[in-house]
């Protein structure tokens, strides 16, 4: 499938910007939506002087799309790029300070998601041949739900929390519109199996590390979604507590590369793969990094303390099936770790 194009939405987002370098590496073609001109262009010069280093000019533009809720919001891009034969909708908010979680995080999520498979089945059905969904973890396991009962979570399990329980706070609206958007996903594809010339795979991340693709300008700067976690441990103090944080977590490269194997290889369709590597706690990361960059003035990390925490962690991912068809081994804790400090030193 090298040479075709692929679109992907949310262009500048960090799990998309991955996905764009590992495509164009590939000799993929990649058309990305931005939110506006200044942040496609930026894009496009990142993602050129990149390529210039590396592979030569990369096959990269982009198309404005100012909100993923207006409805057809997408009808005119895919009506005017029949080349497209790969769609991969990675655009969806994350968790921020909001007064109002329906209007800017549940919403969004979820309509644009609609949007996106009401636009393919109307101008994209016939060229259209693989649509990649980049859901979440929230939408497996029962995040937001008060929940905690030791459970092991399989690819076919469902976080149950519901719309209402959604509006709680911006976190739990996360879960909830990572869990309803996908939700909407699978009815699709189940109300309309008849019609669809596309096949469909849900890519279910847990925490996501890792360098970003391009670098960074703005070292002082957090950085978005659970890339600042690494940041947030390098910025304390000798003497600083550490948080408590238990989770598990994959690399973003990972995270891309699944991306790309989803729609290539036909064992991926119609399944929902979730990416698990190793647990984390945040005392744990300050280890790895204490250990590789000693001279970085922050705390030791207890990793006694960091044992008993994922000894204490009551889910655990059995993710066997989704391993067994990407075929592939993940990168380590250590490594995600010791290439985002390089970044930010």
């Not at 790029?81 to 995080?105: L, M, Q």
């Not at 109300?191 to 795979?201: C, I, R």
């Not at 991306?259 to 698990?276: N, V, Y």
């Amino acid at each position: 499938m090298s040479g075709e194009t692929v679109f992907v939405t949310g262009a500048t987002g960090y799990i998309a910007q991955h996905i764009i370098k590992q495509l164009l590496s590939k000799g993929y073609s990649v058309i990305g939506s931005v939110r506006s001109q200044s942040k496609g262009e930026q894009l496009k010069e990142l993602i050129t002087a990149h390529h210039q280093d590396t592979t030569g000019d990369a096959k990269f533009d982009y198309v404005i799309v100012e909100s993923l809720i207006e409805p057809g919001a997408f009808d005119s891009i895919l009506q005017n790029h029949k080349e497209v034969g790969v769609f991969i909708h990675s655009a969806s908010p994350i968790p921020f300070a909001t007064d109002n979680v329906e209007k800017d995080i549940l919403q969004p999520a979820i309509d644009g998601t609609k949007n996106v498979l009401t636009s393919i089945k109307k101008y994209g059905n016939e060229n259209i041949k693989k649509l990649v969904i980049t859901s979440s973890i929230a939408a497996v396991e029962p995040l937001g739900t008060g929940q905690t009962e030791p459970k092991t979570i399989l690819e076919k399990d469902w976080n149950p929390i519901t719309f209402e329980q959604g509006l709680a706070n911006p976190a739990v609206a996360y879960y909830a519109s990572k869990t309803l958007a996908e939700r909407e996903v699978w009815k699709f594809v189940d109300e309309n199996k008849n019609q669809l010339n596309f096949d469909v795979a849900v890519i279910n991340p847990l925490f996501v590390f890792g360098p970003q693709a391009f670098g960074i300008k703005d070292k002082s700067a957090a950085l978005r979604s659970t890339g600042e976690i690494i940041n947030s441990v390098l910025k304390l103090k000798s003497n600083d507590p550490i948080p408590s944080l238990v989770a598990s977590f994959i690399d973003v490269r990972d995270v891309a590369r699944a991306h790309i194997i989803a729609f290539e290889d036909d064992d991926a369709i119609g399944q929902r793969l979730i990416l698990d590597n190793e647990i984390f706690t945040k005392e744990l990361i300050a280890h790895l990094i204490k250990k590789n960059f000693p001279s970085l003035d922050i705390p030791e990390g207890d990793i006694v303390k960091s044992e008993e925490e994922i000894a204490n962690y009551p889910w655990r991912v059995d993710s066997t099936k989704t391993e067994k068809i990407l075929g592939f081994k993940y990168i380590s804790l250590d490594k995600s770790v010791v290439d985002t400090v390089n970044q930010l030193i």
